[in-house]
């Protein structure tokens, strides 16, 4: 009697698991239908607006037309106010911590910068640029009076795009550290990146004052919250171009350090990264573009730099004044582009199969 | 034991290639299967076996599947059923980390379009597979100067592969496969990206280093001249599936089907067929009138001596290279090899 239940319930098992995985959308549809259920009842319960009986909806259907009802409601703004709250009393230490951190570094930095004699600072670009660039000595003379414009246009605008700069830097340093193996990770799983691509598009379309006041609640004013806002803005092109440019390797390439033997890591550190390099570095291009289009934004949270002086000028609607802190901003920028840029196509040069011509 | 055993091997592309591999074995055609599920079959059945030290040359119209079979080899891509078998050994039965072992030792590989790392110089790419094998930098280099001078490449081991012409990229690419110094090499429509006057300069360089070498090649191309000037045996695919395997001679005057008779159709028999396959054995040809006859090598292709025959109306003699007579050739013989059936 036992044993041919025992082979039937067997077979159930293994139908079921069969049914399971051939219906795998169908389940996950199921499933996002029941979470949808679970709001929609979550927030009617939650509402105070409700009718005090359900069946008054079923007899009267006036709230199918005209406005939206106003029992309808996902509570969604009551759930984020308690998480963030919990999150600021709970683990308000770890925010303080990074916080901590994060100023210590901008600090040394900053005054690092600051403390070293100006033409040393411009000798400084000069030379980056120049080797940068692969030796071209026109962009290296161009960034150099920009650089020198900076602090020529007025003299406090020198410790201003400093103070930005510093910011800047420690963004794009998380941004690196953090987008690159970010974007690696996407270029190797499909799974994964259909995972992290809604969150850059998030972070991307969302506007920046969402997060740069809660920053405040977070981390205080000044430059920690400019950090992490910037990495907000600054990271999703990174992780993309990162991808991309992985992705983009030719891909006989990739067969060929197959065929011969390569491992992952070999593949990785010996091809993949080196010919994704043009675009990575284009990534970080466009980060530094968007980081200090963040930072000037951010001066509106008390972050001190060039936005600041900007901020000032409208506000007391000195034309002028904001002009003129307008000009070093993108004066930095073109800088800052420069260098990132020239840096790229000096790379891209040796990658791309285009014919020099020979001897 | 042959080198390279291939058994039913089956390749579907698609979302769900086990679903339709019963649908396929059952004989569907390929556009049934794609009508049907959506998938496309990439090799239908396809069994067969490589000796040690021949060239074998894969041949078909692009799609039909040669690329993806020579990437099996190698375990480019899986097969969706069926077992290949180097030396002995079941390649699908290795985990990662033998068959990283296994590409770094058995075989190496030379790409269409020549699959060179643009950021590394000439000499690095040579030494590429024995860096993965875990040579020394000296040892590399040394090898890797060796076959950059075989390939004829000497003076340009520290230029990037830019700087150099599409022959000389694929030189590069053979330098490569040989310095890995393994018995088996692929060569993926090796000379398909280049000129015809480079292509057949790279064929012949082949067959040279070959006579030395004696590996065992896998050679996939679409020009049935390349296949019938290098192949020692040519397989025919036709929609994944394999239509004829056979020498050169068999291809050419036993067509299989219609396909490979389209393809052998236009091929120029003279420069194909060698006189001991046309010839008849001495001891059939007593009445072979034998006052003018010319001698001919037994491995000599009937392009080299035709024009002596046409202008002495003579009968040919076949010899051995010790100079023994291995047959004759008449008027007879000779038309009926160079007729288009």
Same mark, same amino acid.
């Given at each position: 009697m036992k044993e041919p239940f025992g082979a039937l319930s067997l077979i159930n098992k293994a139908n079921c698991m069969e049914l399971l995985k051939k219906n795998k959308k169908i389940f996950f549809n199921i499933g996002l239908l029941l979470v949808f259920v679970w709001l929609l009842i979550t927030s009617y319960s939650q509402s105070k607006r409700k009718p005090d009986n359900i069946g008054e909806l079923l007899n009267d259907?006036?709230?199918?037309?005209?406005?939206?009802?106003?029992?309808?409601?996902?509570?969604l703004m009551k759930w984020i106010n308690i998480g963030f709250k919990a999150l600021n009393e709970k683990y308000g230490y770890i925010f303080e911590a990074i916080n901590n951190f994060l100023l210590y570094i901008l600090m040394l930095v900053k005054n690092f910068l600051i403390q070293a004699p100006w033409p040393l600072v411009i000798l400084g670009v000069v030379v980056l640029t120049y080797f940068a660039s692969g030796r071209k000595v026109g962009t290296t003379v161009f960034v150099g009076f920009c650089t020198f414009f900076i602090g020529f246009l007025h003299p406090i605008f020198w410790q201003k795009a400093i103070e930005t700069t510093a910011i800047m830097l420690i963004g794009i340093f998380l941004c690196v550290i953090a987008g690159i193996p970010l974007g690696i990770a996407m270029a190797r799983s499909a799974r994964t990146r259909n995972i992290i691509l809604p969150v850059l598009d998030l972070m991307q379309t969302i506007p920046s004052f969402c997060y740069l006041i809660p920053g405040i609640m977070l981390f205080?004013?000044?430059?920690v919250p400019a950090i992490i806002a910037t990495f907000i803005y600054a990271v999703p092109p990174l992780v993309r171009l990162t991808d991309l440019g992985i992705r983009l390797v030719d891909k006989e390439v990739i067969e060929a350090a197959d065929a011969f033997g390569a491992n992952k890591k070999q593949k990785l550190l010996g091809v993949q990264l080196p010919l994704a390099l043009p675009n990575i570095m284009q990534g970080v291009n466009q980060c530094t573009m968007m980081a200090l289009a963040m930072v000037v934004i951010a001066s509106m949270i008390g972050t001190r730099g060039l936005g600041d002086e900007v901020l000032l000028g409208l506000q007391q609607l000195n034309v002028g004044r904001a002009a003129e802190a307008g000009i070093a901003i993108v004066l930095l920028a073109i800088v800052l582009d420069r260098i990132t840029q020239s840096y790229g196509e000096t790379l891209q040069e040796r990658t791309t199969p285009a014919k020099k011509e020979k001897k | 034991m042959s080198k390279i055993e291939i058994n039913n091997v089956y390749k579907i592309f698609g979302n769900n290639p086990k679903s339709v591999l019963p649908m396929v074995k059952d004989g569907a055609t390929k556009e049934e299967v794609l009508e049907k599920t959506g998938h496309t079959v990439g090799l239908d059945n396809v069994s067969l076996k490589i000796e040690e030290g021949e060239t074998f040359v894969c041949m078909g119209l692009s799609g039909s599947g040669k690329s993806t079979l020579i990437r099996h080899l190698n375990r480019l891509i899986d097969p969706t059923d069926g077992d290949i078998l180097i030396e002995g050994t079941n390649v699908m039965s290795l985990n990662t980390e033998s068959l990283i072992d296994f590409r770094r030792h058995k075989m190496s590989m030379v790409f269409q379009r020549f699959?060179?790392?643009?950021?590394?110089t000439v000499i690095q790419n040579v030494g590429y597979g024995l860096e993965m094998q875990g040579k020394t930098d000296d040892e590399r280099n040394k090898t890797a100067m060796e076959k950059i001078e075989a390939v004829g490449l000497t003076g340009f081991e520290n230029q990037y592969p830019n700087q150099l012409s599409g022959g000389m990229q694929q030189r590069v690419g053979l330098a490569r496969a040989l310095a890995t110094n393994t018995d088996i090499m692929l060569m993926d429509?090796?000379?398909?990206?280049?000129d015809p006057l480079i292509r057949s300069d790279m064929q012949k360089q082949l067959i040279d280093l070959q006579s030395e070498l004696k590996k065992t090649i896998v050679f996939i191309t679409h020009d049935l001249d390349e296949s019938l000037r290098l192949g020692d045996h040519i397989g025919i695919l036709n929609a994944g599936k394999l239509v004829q395997v056979g020498t050169p001679v068999d291809i050419i005057m036993n067509p299989a089907d219609d396909y490979v008779e389209a393809f052998v &159709?236009?091929?120029?028999?003279a420069k194909v067929i060698k006189a001991k396959i046309i010839m008849k054995p001495s001891n059939e040809?007593?009445?072979?009138? &034998?006052d003018n006859l010319v001698k001919v090598q037994e491995d000599q292709f009937i392009e080299e001596f035709l024009p002596q025959v046409v202008c002495t109306n003579a009968n040919c003699e076949v010899v051995d290279k010790k100079g023994n007579t291995k047959g004759y050739i008449t008027n007879k013989e000779l038309q009926k090899s160079l007729t288009k059936s």
């Open positions: 259907f006036s709230w199918l037309g005209g406005k939206w009802p106003k029992w309808l409601d996902l509570p205080g004013l000044g430059a | 699959g060179l790392f643009p950021h590394k429509e090796a000379f398909s990206a280049l &159709k236009d091929v120029n028999r040809s007593n009445n072979v009138n &034998k």
